[in-house]
Each structure stands twice: as structure tokens, then as C-alpha cells.
């Protein structure tokens, strides 16, 4: 028997703010979290200056030397956002997390970057100077989950899903499946990204980062005709899915209900999104939440303000969707958050649905022409009810996901 | 280095590297029980003091240490054997 999957908890670091009252308020306001990062004018090599660091925040005594001591900054980052989150969910300390029937779905681009200089070191050099027993643990690529597993005493499935920029929408597409199918009862699903210069650094040498040092606000600006790249960011969101009954048993909130999920590869280039395949994956998570394209309201579009992506992205949704299809991105905002844009976006976007009301594209002054005809929501945003919103996502290597979710109690 | 430099540089190196309340490291204090100190603490504790002498410290030598007098001594016969 199918189960239906739930959302009872959503937390999370950003640029903006850690809640959604704060968020919320800087959405409104236009508010950009993009910044000119001084501590990176010595790196000559590269043309970026821009990035999204997420806003400070503080750790609660129970994050000491020893909970800690695994976890660099991407752990920490997924650590507290799902400390967040399933305190939202008022699940903090209950038995379910530790019985075997709660797992975690989590991912980022990458472990942390900081140990990976003491290990170039060793092979460098053949020193082990720097060493430590906790140097691995922090770099590799499932640190975040795992370290959320020994925070919390997690012990049930654990999938890795670090994909790049699809890290945090596969987490909730595969914890969904995993709770569909019986598998887990409660998953604790998200993507985390810490800022280091190495992604930026891998934009700039494509050609795909904005170099609008001097107008950090004004930059990314995703569909517009002047866009000129993306923005890397920092943050970390987590999302809670649960088993309906078991929700209602505990008479949890549920904020929203997730009834689809797609997910494919292009199997063609690494860089070069490809517009039949991010068609197809949208078709997918339609056919498995057995929707028409008619009952989508709103697009939260993956949109990062590259020249090729958001062309791509605007003619696969416009194809799916149809021209009367209201989208924005909330990357104008944040940035690219990389490995946390997928949970990010999801939560966001599940606060935008219950608040009956989608932020616009900021910056968006002119359409880019060769974008497709799609509603772009500009301006102040809008107030709008509707029952189904999508979240589109994709990654180098031509990953594409599409998530949908349902709004609860109507 | 004579024995009370050693202690103290012991107790120094365990104080900032564990975050130890410094009255509660004596020889006798037991690096599992009293200290909170784990297996991965210890490899830590191992890297840290090949760091400080320069010299290497053997797994064996290692495997029999309960205490931090027992650290001493391992430290102590590691700086003995180039002396």
C-alpha cells in the first residue's frame, strides 16, 4: 500500500534570515542577500567578487567540542537547520527519531573545503601535518548526513543525495519514495552549501558568474536580457516528511503535502542544460502525482540567471506548462545556493502557498527575448490561492528534478 | 625537558585541545572515565604529541595507556630514545 507523505517541519540558514517571518519580510522589501566579498580580492585568477554568505547565527550550548568535532561548516550548516526544522515540527528528543523508522535524505556539492588543503598538503609533500582523525569525516560528501545522524541519534536509512545543485530536491524526492513505500515512517530530508571560493571559482572559469562587482544588488537577474551569470550562496534547509496517519495520530501541523516527484539525466553534457529533458522530468512528476499540467499554479523556477540555463529552462516549462504559467526565482534573492537550492527553494516555496503570495523575480527589468512566454511574476510579487505549486531543480552533469507539492487542508 | 615540563605541557595540550577543566587533569585522572576522552580523542592526542616532540609514537605504545601518567610515561620514553 502507497502511503501519503506529508511536510511537518520545514528550518533553515539563509542569507535572509533563519525563519520565515524574518524571510518573508525581506522578500517583500526586495531585499538582496548578494555582497562584494572583500576577503576575496587577493584571488587575482578570478573575475567574481560576489557571493551570498549565509547571515550570522547562533549555536545552542549542546553544540560543543565533541558533537562538533566531525562537522566543518557544511555539517554545522545541515546540523542546526534540521535541529530547526524538527523542532518546528515538535519532534525534537521524541523516540520516533531514534526507533529505526526515521531516516535522512541529505546532501551538499561537496564535504567541507578546508580539510581537502591538509590532505593536497600530504600529497604534496608527504607531511600528514594537519592532519586529524576528524579531517576525512569533515570532507566527505556525506558529512552532513551523517553528522545529523550522530547529532540526533538517527538511526534508520540514510541516503547521501549529494548531486550538486539537486542535492537538497533529490534528498525530498528520494525521503518522499522512502516514506511512500513503507520504508521509514518520519524522513529528515534537505541540502546544505558553506561558501568557499572553489564553486565560485568553477563558474568563473565558464564564464557563468556575474561580475557585477560593483552592483552587488543588482545581480543575479535570472530571465532578464542583461544578466551577465549566477551568484553563489550559502544556506541550509530541512524539510521533515512524514506518514500521514502518523502525523495525524500526533496531530502534527502539516503544512503541505508532496504528490510528486521527477527525476532524470539528459545523458548529454555535463554544463549544457537541455530543454526535452528538463521537459520530460516535469512530465514525470506530473505523471506521479497524477496531475494535469492545468492543476499547476505556480513554478518556483530553478532560474540562476545564467545565458543558457534560464533560455532553456523558460522554453521546457513554457512546453509543459503552457504560457499563462506564473513563475519566479528565488535565486535573485539568495543566490545560487548550490547543494541547499533544492530545500530551500521547496521550503520557501511551501511558505509562498500558504501565505497566498509569490515573491517576483527581482531584478527582472527586461525579458530576455529568447526566453519563452511564461508569467513572470515582477514587481511587488502577487497574492494568488492556488492547490499545486512545482519546484524545478537541475545540476552539472544534467541532472534534472521536479518536485510538487500540495496545499494542506484545502 | 624535565618531568614537570612535560606534565605541564601535557596538561596544556589536553586543556586547549579538549576544552578540560585543568583541575581535573592529575596523573591519576583516567583519559576514558574521568577525562570523556574516546578512541578518535585519542588519535588526536597522539598527532598532537608526535607534533610536539618531533618524534613518532608507536601504536604499541599507545595501546596500553589509561591515564594521563600513562601518557607521561609514553611521552617521556619517546624523548629518551634520541636523547
Given at each position: 500500500m502507497l502511503r501519503r507523505?506529508?511536510?511537518?517541519?520545514?528550518?533553515?540558514?539563509?542569507?535572509?534570515?533563519?525563519?520565515?517571518?524574518?524571510?518573508?519580510?525581506?522578500?517583500?522589501?526586495?531585499?538582496?542577500?548578494?555582497?562584494?566579498?572583500?576577503?576575496?580580492?587577493?584571488?587575482?585568477?578570478?573575475?567574481?567578487?560576489?557571493?551570498?554568505?549565509?547571515?550570522?547565527?547562533?549555536?545552542?550550548?549542546?553544540?560543543?567540542?565533541k558533537t562538533m568535532r566531525s562537522m566543518g561548516p557544511v555539517a554545522i550548516l545541515s546540523t542546526r537547520a534540521t535541529e530547526l526544522a524538527l523542532e518546528n515540527a515538535g519532534?525534537?528528543?521524541?523516540?520516533?527519531?531514534?526507533?529505526?523508522?526515521?531516516?535522512?535524505?541529505?546532501?551538499?556539492?561537496?564535504?567541507?573545503?578546508?580539510?581537502?588543503?591538509?590532505?593536497?598538503?600530504?600529497?604534496?609533500?608527504?607531511?600528514?601535518?594537519?592532519?586529524?582523525?576528524?579531517?576525512?569525516?569533515q570532507m566527505m560528501s556525506h558529512t552532513g548526513a551523517v553528522n545529523i545522524s550522530l547529532f540526533f541519534g538517527i538511526t534508520g536509512r540514510i541516503i547521501p543525495s549529494s548531486s550538486a545543485c539537486t542535492?537538497?530536491?533529490?534528498?525530498?524526492?528520494?525521503?518522499?519514495?522512502?516514506?511512500k513505500f513503507g520504508k521509514q515512517v518520519v524522513m529528515i530530508a534537505g541540502g546544505a552549501e558553506e561558501l568557499s571560493l572553489?564553486?565560485?571559482?568553477?563558474?568563473?572559469?565558464?564564464?557563468?558568474?556575474?561580475?557585477?562587482?560593483?552592483?552587488?544588488?543588482?545581480?543575479?537577474?535570472?530571465?532578464?536580457?542583461?544578466?551577465?551569470?549566477?551568484?553563489v550562496g550559502e544556506g541550509a534547509a530541512t524539510l521533515i516528511l512524514e506518514e500521514l496517519e502518523h502525523a495525524r495520530q500526533r496531530g502534527a501541523t502539516i503544512y503541505a503535502e508532496i504528490v510528486g516527484f521527477g527525476?532524470?539525466?539528459?545523458?548529454?553534457h555535463m554544463t549544457q542544460p537541455n530543454t526535452s529533458a528538463i521537459a520530460k522530468v516535469m512530465q514525470l512528476a506530473l505523471e506521479d502525482a497524477a496531475l494535469s499540467s492545468q492543476a499547476i499554479g505556480y513554478v518556483n523556477a530553478h532560474a540562476t540567471g545564467t545565458k543558457l540555463g534560464d533560455v532553456a529552462e523558460s522554453v521546457a516549462t513554457h512546453e509543459v506548462l503552457g504560457s499563462r504559467m506564473p513563475i519566479s526565482s528565488l535565486k535573485s534573492y539568495f543566490g545560487h545556493t548550490l547543494g541547499a537550492c533544492g530545500s530551500l527553494e521547496a521550503w520557501l516555496t511551501i511558505e509562498m502557498m500558504r501565505d497566498n503570495w509569490f515573491a517576483p523575480t527581482m531584478n527582472l527589468d527586461n525579458l530576455d527575448p529568447e526566453c519563452a512566454e511564461l508569467d513572470y511574476l515582477t514587481g511587488n510579487g502577487r497574492n494568488f490561492e492556488v492547490e499545486y505549486v512545482m519546484s524545478n531543480n537541475f545540476a552539472f552533469g544534467g541532472i534534472n528534478t521536479t518536485l510538487i507539492f500540495r496545499r494542506w487542508g484545502s | 625537558m624535565d618531568k614537570q615540563d612535560i606534565f605541564k605541557t601535557l596538561k596544556d595540550t589536553l586543556v586547549e585541545q579538549f576544552e578540560l577543566d585543568p583541575a581535573k587533569i592529575t596523573p591519576e585522572a583516567r583519559l576514558s572515565e574521568d577525562?570523556?576522552?574516546?578512541?578518535?580523542?585519542?588519535?588526536?592526542?597522539?598527532?598532537?604529541?608526535?607534533?610536539?616532540?618531533?618524534?613518532?609514537?608507536?601504536?604499541?605504545?599507545?595501546?596500553?595507556v589509561r591515564t594521563v601518567g600513562d601518557v607521561q610515561t609514553v611521552i617521556e620514553q619517546i624523548m629518551a630514545v634520541n636523547k
Open positions: 507523505v506529508v511536510i511537518t517541519g520545514m528550518g533553515g540558514l539563509t542569507a535572509l534570515g533563519h525563519d520565515w517571518t524574518v524571510i518573508r519580510g525581506n522578500l517583500h522589501n526586495r531585499r538582496s542577500g548578494v555582497k562584494y566579498m572583500e576577503e576575496w580580492s587577493g584571488f587575482k585568477d578570478i573575475n567574481t567578487r560576489l557571493a551570498a554568505p549565509v547571515a550570522a547565527f547562533d549555536l545552542p550550548s549542546q553544540y560543543n567540542r519532534l525534537l528528543g521524541a523516540p520516533i527519531l531514534t526507533s529505526g523508522s526515521t531516516g535522512i535524505a541529505y546532501g551538499a556539492c561537496a564535504g567541507s573545503a578546508e580539510p581537502v588543503i591538509a590532505f593536497g598538503h600530504m600529497a604534496k609533500t608527504g607531511s600528514l601535518h594537519g592532519v586529524t582523525s576528524n579531517t576525512y569525516m542535492s537538497g530536491s533529490q534528498a525530498i524526492g528520494f525521503a518522499y519514495e522512502t516514506i572553489g564553486p565560485s571559482a568553477v563558474f568563473d572559469t565558464l564564464f557563468a558568474a556575474s561580475t557585477r562587482n560593483d552592483a552587488p544588488g543588482t545581480t543575479p537577474r535570472p530571465f532578464d536580457r542583461d544578466r551577465d551569470g549566477l551568484v527525476c532524470n539525466a539528459d545523458g548529454s | 577525562l570523556d576522552l574516546d578512541s578518535i580523542d585519542a588519535v588526536d592526542l597522539v598527532l598532537k604529541l608526535q607534533e610536539i616532540t618531533g618524534r613518532k609514537v608507536s601504536p604499541e605504545q599507545f595501546r596500553e
